[in-house]
């Protein structure tokens, strides 16, 4: 995205503007952040430090000399290229750049597992299937043994299991 202030470079930071009461947020350059942090008149003032911008962490890295000497094996794509491009040139790039890429990682979030959020996950007909699998197995031995009042209380339980299963809802205790 570029700036919505000078419309020439990248924008690499984001903030929001209170103008009549409402909250404008806008997308601005480390150039722009600079001019309208000097200027005075303006009252802009940030809160904190701002974090070191994403493509500047490429750019530190595409220009370093090393980076130029660091091919890929398979598409001869140069790390300092895939930097300052943003874009790998095969699935083999990540491997030849691994422990560079690593770092600009690091340099970015706090660790390299992704520690999100998990799918809340309904348990209900998991817990439904298994005492279902439970009851058969114990069906089966009842009936071996000859046990059949056991076995005619379970026919009748793994019943009520597979109604259930099949309503969808949770089993009677």
């Given at each position: ?26 997308n ?9 942090e000097?200027n005075?008149?303006?009252g ?13 962490l ?57 520690r ?14 298994m ?6 197995a114990?069906?089966r031995?009842a009936?071996k043994?000859?046990?059949?009042e ?24």
């Amino acid at each position: 995205m570029l700036c919505e202030r000078c419309h020439k470079r990248l924008a690499t930071l984001r903030y929001s503007e209170v103008i009549d009461g409402k909250a404008i947020v806008r997308n601005i350059c480390q150039g722009c952040l600079t001019d309208i942090e000097g200027n005075a008149s303006t009252g802009f003032e940030m809160s904190g430090t701002a974090p070191t911008p994403r493509n500047e962490l490429f750019e530190r890295m595409a220009t370093d000399r090393v980076a130029r000497h660091i091919v890929c094996s398979a598409c001869g794509l140069a790390l300092a290229d895939a930097l300052h491009g943003g874009l790998m040139g095969c699935p083999v790039c990540y491997d030849s750049f691994d422990e560079h890429l690593l770092s600009v990682v690091r340099g970015m979030q706090p660790g390299l597992r992704h520690r999100g959020k998990t799918p809340v996950r309904d348990t209900t007909r998991e817990q439904l299937h298994m005492q279902l699998q439970t009851k058969r197995a114990l069906l089966r031995s009842a009936l071996k043994t000859e046990n059949y009042e056991d076995a005619a209380r379970l026919r009748d339980e793994i019943k009520g299991l597979e109604s259930n299963l099949n309503a969808g809802a949770a089993p009677k205790s």
